[in-house]
């Protein structure tokens, strides 16, 4: 069975460009969540969706957005980029959309530098 | 202040060491706790849950302490393959009754031969 797959795994943009990155999630777990890691930091939550609905944001400008698919694929993506939003971006699929007592598997993350 | 805290190491030990991880978390509404594994440029891996009652898996035993606000990892026999950043992950559950997560900044371990 495949695990939550993330694409691209790297990538380079230039400042004020727009990225998108696409999550798959486990088959059958309709919640997937987007997390960014900076270096030496733990992961910070940005977005939840669950049933294709927007269920929690974190605390990040409006530059950064998502959506989730029927299929459950989700995409965020990040307008006007900074230098400051180099970093891993790591997307979380689980089966309940509260997140208690339940695992959320998370992707091999996207690693986005900004130049 | 963060809301859950971490001492980030790095923790340098000999194998065979026992060596024990603290976090602290400031919302008293939390509901659900994890330690989660990360080993370098690679994602999160679930280690453990954490509950009350505490409880073990192997070399690991993982302590919660609601009263204080205090989650432990031990682990014991350490490994060389146990190196890896360890994160301390709470989510608050309740109302709010959404799956995020709230990470420490991760205790870092090195074990040595």
């Known amino acids: 069975d495949a695990g939550v797959t993330q694409s691209p795994t790297h990538l380079i943009k230039t400042r004020g460009q727009h990225v998108t990155l696409r999550c798959s999630p486990i088959?059958?777990?309709?919640?997937v969540s987007w997390y960014q890691q900076v270096l030496g930091q733990g992961p910070q939550f940005i977005f939840q969706?669950?049933?294709?609905?927007?269920?929690g944001r974190g605390n990040f400008p409006d530059r950064f957005s998502a959506r989730q698919f029927p299929n459950y694929s989700s995409e965020l993506n990040v307008n006007a980029l900074l230098l400051g939003d180099s970093a891993l971006y790591l997307c979380?699929?689980?089966?309940?959309?509260?997140?208690?007592?339940?695992?959320?598997?998370f992707g091999q993350g996207t690693r986005l530098t900004v130049v | 202040r963060k809301e859950v805290e971490q001492d980030p190491g790095p923790f340098n030990v000999p194998e065979g060491a026992t060596v024990a991880f603290n976090c602290t978390y400031s919302?008293?509404?939390?509901?659900?706790f994890f330690w989660y594994r990360q080993d370098c440029r690679k994602e999160p891996k679930l280690l453990m849950s954490v509950y009350s009652s505490g409880n073990e898996d192997g070399r690991f035993t993982a302590q919660l302490n609601r009263a204080s606000q205090y989650i432990s990892l031990l682990i014991r026999d350490s490994k060389l393959s146990d190196s890896a950043t360890y994160l301390c992950?709470?989510?608050?559950?309740?109302?709010?009754?959404?799956?995020?997560?709230?990470f420490g900044q991760g205790t870092t371990l090195q074990v040595k031969p």
């Open positions: 969706y669950y049933e294709k609905e927007e269920r």
């Open positions: 919302n008293s509404a939390s509901q659900s």
């Open positions: 992950v709470v989510n608050r559950g309740g109302s709010s009754n959404t799956g995020k997560l709230i």
């Open positions: 979380a699929s689980s089966l309940t959309p509260d997140g208690m007592n339940t695992e959320a598997f």
């Open positions: 088959s059958g777990h309709k919640s």
